[in-house]
């Protein structure tokens, strides 16, 4: 007989609990869309269903001084809608928006995205070129992970047994620091990405560029950093030649495969071109902020 | 219908009467019946693209508790095959049942095997898991070229091809060839100055309609059966089943529920029989809906097909041949639409000489269904395609080139009959007019034109019209309504009658309500059944006529009908149709009309498209960023839903043309069988897509009426890739123009 | 005498590309086919569509054909 | 299985019903409860026919369970309307004639009231890619997007 078991605790403590004691799989749920379709592709499981909503703070999102302290379950449409976040991460709520439709947004999470672990999933290069920190919290205590340690694989992370993503805290960003995520996708919206590429970027008084961070996604197992990518943007002064420069170390980084989204020559191509684009808008976002 | 007149009710854009019903979620569906005891039936597919079935146990499913029925192939009743007209197509019975439960073999992933029935539909579906079948798999042959190779495996051993010579005494996968032939092909391109030929391609497609299939059916104990089913064909479904499951027609009524879109995809059956197989055996109601997944793998999507086209022409723009070779795939059984493919690849030009071969080829894939005119956008894809490229190297504008071969009244065609009026020229001159074709363009785009052809037809429809007292009346008609249809039938009847539209009520009857009244599909509802509606209509005012002369003791040649109003010409008084109702039981008694007829005389369509795009030349993007519709309606009933087929035909055209196909891996499996993949237009893909309807009239409908839901499907992929072609420089062949595909055409062309 | 055209599928059996009959409706017009072209495969023939002058009909069974008739057969058209 | 008890509110009424802990809230509303205005295309979040709103905010209602309903508020197309008149964003789908089988109206009904409500004035462009979750198969989307243009000039009393 198969048995789904729903609970929706209203303590970190007690969600932890029931994770420890499940004797059936234990799935965690926040906004449920890449969890329901497993559900639904896989009846015959049975399974324990632990809905993370009702926990105080993790719908919520508060920005302070430090920066951003991110609700994980917090559905991507209020994210949106958030203009204090959108102004200090413009890159993370492009991410959010392109997640699936404005009906997929107003269920889905960054956190959720980020615990599903898909390569292609587009918050998590946003988050990578953020600096983003995970807090977690499972049986043992907490621990605090960056987000780039948190996603080891295709559908795998760094969450043990009991553990949840309790928090996800961003810096405040530095003077003349801006961001961008592109993504490309066949059609104009709805799809998963084929290739995506966040940057952020700080520009000194002279337009220099004096730091960087560009990840990819859809292109590897999980999302990457590119750290040679970022070297190519910093100094310059973000001109087409170090735009290019990014955009093909984007590419020599990038290990895809070739599957219904896209072939390896396809991706490995189009992510250089995101690459350079989202670094010129994320310039473009620190110029405008200036003038 | 010779001059033109003037109307009263047709050419306006009324509401819809079904339409309160649709915007309030009260309209029922086909997954919207449940009954009381209802129980849920599942289908177990195989996982295979090509296998031998070599045993089927399903001992452990039926000892299960929660399991109520289990069907399989063994079910049906003897079938031989016979060919019938099961839905659109003249259908093989044997086929038919084999592709709904498969016998010995299954011929591609997703082919349903048995199927279950279960208290809930989650228990069904677990208990599919409990049939063990064992399976000797085969190598699957995924590809139109590669099933034609001498070769190939062949996925039957009985199929020899027909339309040889001589029927050959070796199995092919090749069902049949058929060849078209007009003057001298040879002479044609001897005349020829200007030469081009090339190969084409397009991919599998699906109709996509949002709604899959679903139906709800039971059975008394005296065997009088019930269906409620989604389809664009009661009447076919009733016919289909009956066979099957050696049934009299009057033992099964069948419901057509309404429809959440078909586009050909709903013309045969797929769960009712089967669904009446577990109800039989349960003794409950049972109700069956196809997940999205398997309406992608196990339904009827439209055929992939290869074309070599070549096309020669005089310096002045003279076409002198037209030659085509178009390889259609039917999917796991034979009969692909390769007929009227090549009977609409060149009919919209007026050429000497022509001569086209078509072979209809088996592949594993699901068996092909009917695609809003089937065969012809993947045959003028080519043929225009081709002709746009012998434009360009004429120097000729592509309108003028083809105002010089256009086909017009007096055309002989090549697959039989010489054109009447049709409009193809009216549709050109308001291409060349529009404002769309003077526009200029910016950079990175580019602009594509084409034109298309679809025949139309007429067929069988049954109406009837009854007056209620007060003077109001019900049609019923027997075509279910997949766009609007009933708001036509208003319109037409309110016309004939000079009564307000709003007082009449269309209502698609059950199969009981009526007689015989051929599927919804070939572009005919408006113009055979609505030609039905006339006639009922008519067959009243007669009646009505009698009535008013009876009243008034002279004879009806003596009344005249005039704006719903019976006139006496022999005297002062007036009758209006609600007063000889009211009055109806001292006159004889009831009154209605009827109407069961064969149509004749269905008028083609064509259409031109303008197609405006701008390629993203960094990653082959492609999007639409102006099109225009142009078509010949005959006459436009209700001009709204007229507008609406031409931009859903354009819509579905520009999907094909840029991201939809089916993507298979080497096994043989679908790997998109899902709206996230298989990736049809979104609202935020296109642009306002601008129409205008050309008239003219159809000498054969008495107000002029063409049938109008399918031409536009044709032009959107020559159109589309055209402009693509135009946009980057390298001429698109195969389709999709998707993105990876279009930048390795700006790369290789360097 | 009304005309009929032969489609290239027809002409493999007929060999020609027209012929007049003296019929002057469908069902005598079918027989005159029959007896004068010996291959002409007969239940190919009932089951096709016929256009006369210009009018396609589906199932032509009770149809009449005027002296200057012209008639051809032509596969029977469906749709979606 | 043993069935979870639901209490909710839908379209502004309470509700209470049983439900199975997997069970999605569209197969709530369709099987447990008979509102098929609701309506299933894909069951994966792909299509948006089965749009509804919870909380106000519109999602999927195949990607929500059923017992996530437990004290919130549902919205589905058969409370658009008020009473017997016909909402302004229906009457103009049926004016504007943007619909043809019907099958995504009441998902887009839904969606185009939760576009109006959170943007009273959107731009063509803005509409689309609001909508972009609903998918249509038979108009190309350009009636629809008249119909919703419409009822946004209508609502915000300028038509």
């Known amino acids: 007989m198969v048995s789904v078991v729903y609970e929706a605790p209203e303590t970190v403590q007690d969600a932890v609990t029931l994770l420890v004691n499940a004797d059936l ?8 869309t890449d969890l329901i379709i497993q559900m639904r592709d896989l009846v015959t499981e049975s399974r324990l269903v632990v809905d993370l909503k009702k926990i105080p703070g993790m719908m919520q999102a508060t920005i302070t001084e430090k920066g951003l302290q991110l609700g994980p379950s917090m559905c991507c449409a209020e994210i949106t809608s958030r203009d204090d976040i959108k102004a200090l991460y413009p890159g993370l709520v492009e991410s959010a928006y392109l997640i699936g439709s404005t009906q997929i947004q107003g269920r889905a999470s960054v956190g959720g995205n980020l615990c599903n672990s898909s390569p292609a999933a587009d918050t998590i290069p946003a988050l990578f070129v953020t600096g983003a920190q995970c807090l977690i919290i499972g049986p043992d205590g907490e621990r605090t992970v960056a987000v780039e340690d948190f996603v080891t694989g295709v559908g795998q992370n760094c969450l043990g047994k009991g553990e949840l993503l309790r928090l996800i805290t961003i810096a405040k960003p530095a003077a003349n620091t ?32 004096t730091a960087a961070r560009v990840a990819i996604g859809a292109v590897a197992p999980t999302a990457l950093l ?3 990518a970022a070297e190519a943007l910093i100094g310059t002064k973000l001109d087409e030649s170090a735009l290019q420069a990014a955009g093909q170390a984007s590419s020599a980084a990038s290990s895809p495969i070739t599957d219904r989204r896209g072939t390896v020559e396809y991706r490995r191509h189009v992510v250089g071109v995101l690459t350079k684009r989202a670094a010129a808008i994320a310039a473009q976002r620190v110029r405008g902020d200036k003038a | 219908m010779s001059e033109a007149r003037e109307f009263k009710y047709i050419g306006q854009r009324t509401i819809r009467p079904d339409g309160y019903d649709k915007v309030t979620g009260r309209a029922n569906y086909g997954a919207d019946l449940s009954l009381p005891g209802m129980i849920w039936g599942k289908i177990l597919r195989s996982p295979y693209a090509h296998a031998r079935i070599l045993n089927i146990d399903t001992s452990k499913a039926e000892a299960h508790p929660d399991v109520m029925a289990v069907a399989t192939y063994q079910d049906f009743p003897h079938v031989s095959s016979e060919t019938f007209q099961g839905g659109e197509a003249p259908t093989d019975l044997l086929d038919l049942a084999k592709n709904i439960l498969a016998d010995d073999k299954v011929l591609y992933h997703g082919h349903a095997i048995a199927a279950i029935a279960a208290r809930t539909e989650s228990a069904a579906e677990a208990a599919l898991s409990l049939i063990k079948i064992d399976y000797e798999v085969l190598p699957p042959v995924m590809d139109v ?19 040889l010579e001589e029927t050959p005494d070796t199995p092919s996968n090749i069902a049949s060839r058929m060849e078209l032939k007009k003057g001298d092909i040879e002479a044609g391109f001897a005349q020829a100055e200007v030469v081009v030929e ?15 299939h679903a139906t709800t059916v039971s059975i008394d104990e005296d065997g009088q059966a019930m269906v409620w089913c989604s389809t664009q064909g009661h009447f076919d479904v009733r016919a289909s089943t009956a066979k099957l499951l050696n049934m009299e027609l009057g033992k099964i009524k069948v419901v057509a529920a309404e429809i959440g879109g078909g586009f050909g995809g709903k013309t045969t059956v797929y769960l009712e029989p089967v669904a009446l197989i577990l109800s039989k055996k349960s003794g409950r109601p049972v109700k069956m809906i196809m997940t999205r997944d398997e309406v992608f793998r196990a339904s009827g999507p439209g055929s992939a097909t290869r074309s070599r086209v070549k096309i020669g022409a005089k310096k002045d723009g003279t076409i002198t041949a037209m030659q085509a070779k178009l390889c259609f795939e039917a999917g796991g059984f034979k009969g692909s639409p390769m007929g009227p493919g090549c009977m609409t690849v060149f009919t919209p030009y007026d050429v000497e000489n022509m001569y086209i071969e078509g072979y209809d080829v088996v592949v594993n894939k699901p068996k092909v269904a009917a695609y809003r005119a089937p065969g012809a956008p993947q045959a003028e894809f080519a043929a225009e395609m081709a002709l746009n490229e012998l434009a360009d190297k004429l120097g000729i504008d592509p309108i003028e080139f083809r105002l010089k071969n256009a086909a017009r009244k007096g055309t002989q065609t090549v697959y039989g009959p010489k054109l009447k009026a049709v409009g193809l020229v009216e549709c050109l001159e308001a291409a060349k007019n529009s404002p769309h074709y003077k526009a200029a363009l910016g950079e990175n785009q580019g602009r594509g034109l084409a034109a298309g052809f679809w025949f139309n037809i007429g067929g069988q429809s049954s109406v009837i019209i009854n007056m209620n007292p007060d003077g109001t009346g019900t049609i019923i008609e027997g075509s279910p309504d997949i766009g609007g249809s009933r708001a036509s039938m208003q319109l037409m009847a309110a016309e004939t009658l000079g009564i307000p539209a709003s007082n009449l009520r269309p209502v698609v009857a059950d199969t009981e309500h009526l007689a015989y009244n051929q599927t919804t599909g070939g572009s005919r509802t408006t113009f055979a059944t609505g030609m039905a509606v006339i006639e009922a209509a008519q067959d009243v005012v007669n009646q009505l006529k009698e009535r008013a002369a009876a009243v008034w003791n002279v004879t009806s040649e003596q009344v005249e009908w005039v704006d719903g109003v019976a006139i006496n010409t022999a005297g002062e008084e007036k009758l209006t149709a609600a007063e000889i109702c009211k009055g109806a039981e001292r006159t004889g008694g009831q009154i209605s009309g009827t109407a069961n007829i064969n149509a004749r005389g269905a008028g083609p369509s064509f259409a031109v498209h303008i197609c405006d795009v701008e390629v993203d030349k960094e990653t082959g993007k492609v999007d639409v960023v102006r099109y225009t519709a142009i078509q010949d309606a ?8 007229v507008e609406g087929q031409y931009q859903g035909g354009a819509s579905q055209g520009i999907g094909w043309a840029l991201n939809e196909e089916y993507i298979y891996n080497e096994d043989g499996i679908m790997e998109n069988a899902g709206f996230l993949d298989y990736r049809i237009p979104l609202a935020s893909d296109l642009p306002m897509i601008d129409t205008v309807i050309v008239e003219v009239p159809n000498p054969f409908h008495p107000f002029g009426v063409r049938g109008v839901g399918e031409t536009g499907i044709v032009p959107p992929l020559a159109a589309v890739a055209t402009a693509v072609s135009n946009a980057i420089g390298v001429r698109m062949t195969d389709l999709p123009c998707s993105p990876p595909r279009v930048l390795k055409a700006i790369q290789d062309a360097g | 005498m009304a005309t009929v055209i032969f489609s290239s599928e027809l002409q493999r059996f007929t060999g020609e590309e027209k012929t007049s009959v003296s019929s002057t409706n469908y069902r005598d017009l079918l027989v005159e086919l029959l ?12 089951k096709m569509a016929v256009a006369i002058d210009g009018e396609i009909i589906h199932d032509p069974f009770l149809e009449t054909v005027k002296p200057d008739s012209e008639v051809h057969f032509l596969f029977r058209i469906s749709g979606g | 299985m043993t069935k979870t008890h639901v209490t909710t509110s839908i379209n502004g009424e309470p509700v209470e019903f049983l439900c199975e802990p ?24 792909d299509c948006g026919a089965c749009s509804v709103t919870v909380d106000g905010r519109l999602v999927c209602s195949c990607l929500v369970l059923g017992v996530e309903a437990q004290g919130a508020e549902i919205g589905t197309v058969e409370g658009i309307e008020s009473k017997d008149k016909l909402h302004t964003i229906q009457q103009k789908f049926l004016e504007h004639a943007a619909l043809q089988c019907g099958i995504c109206t009441p998902g887009l009904i839904v969606s185009t009231k939760a576009l109006l409500e959170e943007n009273p004035n959107p731009t063509e462009e803005e509409a689309r890619y609001y909508l972009a979750g609903n998918l249509c198969r038979c108009t190309g989307y350009d009636k629809i997007i008249r119909a919703v243009m419409d009822s946004a000039e209508v609502m915000r009393g300028e038509a």
């Open chain 3, 35 to 46: 007896a004068r072209y010996h291959r002409l495969p007969e239940d190919e023939l009932q």
């Open chain 1, 178 to 209: 801006s961001d961008a995520y592109l993504r490309f996708i066949p059609r104009t919206e709805m799809d998963i990405a084929v290739a995506g590429a966040g940057v952020s970027v700080t520009l000194d008084d002279e337009g220099v560029c």
């Open chain 2, 198 to 212: 090339r190969d084409y391609y397009t991919p599998t497609v699906h109709q996509g309609y949002i709604e899959p």
């Open chain 1, 226 to 228: 590119v750290p040679e």
């Open chain 1, 25 to 32: 799989k234990a799935t965690v749920m926040a906004g449920g």
């Open chain 2, 634 to 641: 005959g006459k436009a009933i209700h001009p709204s839903y």
């Open chain 4, 22 to 45: 997997g069970d999605t809230l569209l197969n709530v509303l369709r099987n447990e409860l008979q509102m098929t205005g609701t309506k299933e295309g894909c069951g994966s979040g």
């Open chain 2, 145 to 163: 070229a590669d099933a034609m190779k001498p070769e190939s495996p062949v996925l039957h051993d009985d199929m020899f091809t027909q339309g």
